[in-house]
């Protein structure tokens, strides 16, 4: 069916979040957006009562990242050091890249296995401003799941041109 011209979306199931030093395996993304502001304002001499509208500052907000408990995990250390009491000297903020994965069929085993979606938000000046641990339940039998909320900066959005 490949000559049929189709142009299948993309599915939400298949991405990767990298953050600094390694990839990190997580169940659920959450929250990328960007907002601007709308200033209005109107000139006294203007022959229109309704106001002009501008563009104005750019809000963005938090994402949140779910993922399963583990015990070896550097994206774990990132948000310790994030939300921790004491901070050293070093610098906290990240650039994080949230890449969807395009792995539809006949996609070689080598670009699945590796970071190479066609759909990457980056959020540049990253931190880590909330950290939850999974709710503990001795009689369910589910994964422990952890979350972070992220705060950023900046944001890039796929296809847009630097």
């Known amino acids: 069916m490949a000559d049929s011209g189709l142009i299948y979306p993309l599915t939400k199931m ?3 979040v990298e953050a600094g030093d390694g990839v990190a395996a997580f169940t659920e993304v959450s929250g990328v957006e960007a907002s601007v502001d709308v ?10 009562l309704a106001p002009v509208k501008i563009p104005g500052l750019v809000k963005h907000g938090n994402v949140t990242l779910k993922y399963g408990c583990t015990l070896n995990n550097k994206f774990l250390e990132w948000a310790a050091k994030c939300v921790s009491e004491i901070r050293g000297a070093e610098d906290i903020k990240r650039e994080v890249k949230i890449e969807l994965m395009d792995l539809s069929a006949g996609a070689p085993k080598d670009i699945q ?3 190479s979606g066609s759909c990457v938000w980056i959020l540049k000046n990253a931190w880590v401003m909330k950290y939850s641990a999974p709710d503990l339940n001795s009689t369910a039998s589910e994964a422990a799941v952890e979350s972070v909320e992220l705060a950023y900066e900046e944001l890039t959005i796929p296809g847009q041109t630097a």
């Open 14 to 16: 298949n991405f990767i």
């Open 39 to 48: 200033v209005e304002f109107r000139q006294g001499n203007s022959n229109s």
């Open 113 to 115: 296995d590796k970071t």
